[in-house]
């Protein structure tokens, strides 16, 4: 039963499963079931995959890059500054939350990582449910189809707004939550 514990303190689940099941005969289901009650006991859970943090998080650095390149050197009608640096800012600094969880052992610095990356896409949700709120509502198209385009439009603000504020609240929840290191 040791070797088991210190199978699913180190992560192993795959491994912690399968020494349960020779240890006790179970099948595969009841193999598991105790190996998430053990890990929900010990307050541990498998890791992620280092190298999924870390091409997810490179994948979004360049994006978030290229779309800051596009709002400040390219603006135009069809490119507008504002939501281009917006978005590119919030997906490089995703990237760059990605890769300190890449770089750290996984860790509480990587709890935190993930703290702040839920608040900064949380923030960058906010901004655009705010632009589209206040200053391209007439983008807004679709809706109730017996009601009338101006209704439509002043329901999407209002639907936008409100997103907007409950995205606000949870960048306030995720940011008081990574100066508090949870």
């Given at each position: 039963m040791r070797t088991i514990r210190a199978?699913?303190?180190l992560g192993a689940t795959v491994d912690a499963i399968q020494l349960y099941r020779e240890a006790t005969g179970c099948?595969?289901?009841?193999?598991?079931?105790?190996?998430?009650?053990?890990q929900a006991e010990l307050g541990t859970t498998t890791?992620?995959?280092r190298a999924q943090c870390f091409w997810f998080g490179l994948f979004s650095l360049v994006?978030?890059?290229g779309l800051l390149f596009a709002g400040i050197a390219m603006p135009s009608k069809k490119n507008p500054m504002f939501p281009c640096v917006?978005?590119?800012?919030?997906?490089a600094l995703c990237g760059?939350?990605?890769l300190a969880s890449a770089a750290s052992n996984f860790s509480a610095a990587s709890k935190k990582?993930?703290?702040?990356f839920a608040a900064t896409v949380a923030a960058g949700f906010s901004t655009m449910a705010f632009w589209v709120a206040i200053f391209d509502s007439k983008g807004i198209r679709g809706g109730i189809p017996f009601l009338?385009?101006?209704?439509?439009?002043s329901l999407g603000q209002i639907a936008f707004f409100c997103g907007g504020l409950f995205c606000l609240v949870l960048t306030a929840v995720f940011v008081r939550a990574g100066f508090r290191g949870k």
């Open positions: 199978a699913v303190q099948d595969l289901a009841e193999a598991t079931k105790a190996i998430e009650q053990m890791p992620p995959n994006c978030g890059s917006v978005l590119g800012g919030m997906f760059i939350w990605m990582a993930g703290t702040w009338p385009n101006a209704w439509n439009q």
